[in-house]
């Protein structure tokens, strides 16, 4: 690679937006910094380079590297945007499906597990009582 040859962003944005879901060469960089620079930009719509990749999220970038430098590519994955989840919908996502159990009778079954594990929490129904007595009558 002898010398960089200037990207027209606006026509690269646009040929990859015709052939959503595969990966075309943007640009090819000797230097790794600016390559991972401009993926940055392609997958964040950001910056005067990155207008055309618009929305944000809507393009991934890779870096392949060659014995020249290091080649940009990208693809257009529709007019959707990633986001990232919240906990609560990645949770919540999980109860449903059925990676992660929840209520009463998955407490039961974990508290079950526990004390054959390691043994009783406490040493007999009466402590128990003992101790909740305490605690709701003030440590008397």
Known sequence: MNRHTRVDHAAAAATLRGVPGTWLPIGEYRNNLTAR?????????S???????Q???????????????????????GRRTMRQSTDTER???QIERGEVR??????REIAARAEAA???VWPA??????????VKGGGA
């Open 47 to 53: 910056g005067p380079s990155g207008s055309p990749y």
């Open 118 to 120: 390691y043994g009783a």
């Open 37 to 45: 620079s401009i993926a940055t930009v392609i997958r964040t719509a």
């Open 55 to 77: 929305p944000s999220g809507s393009c991934e970038a890779r870096l392949v590297p060659t014995e020249d430098g290091t080649v940009v590519e990208a693809r257009y994955g």
């Open 91 to 93: 949770v919540l996502g």
């Open 102 to 107: 929840a209520g009463r009778d998955a407490a």
């Open 125 to 134: 129904d009466h402590a128990r009582a003992e101790a909740l007595a305490a």
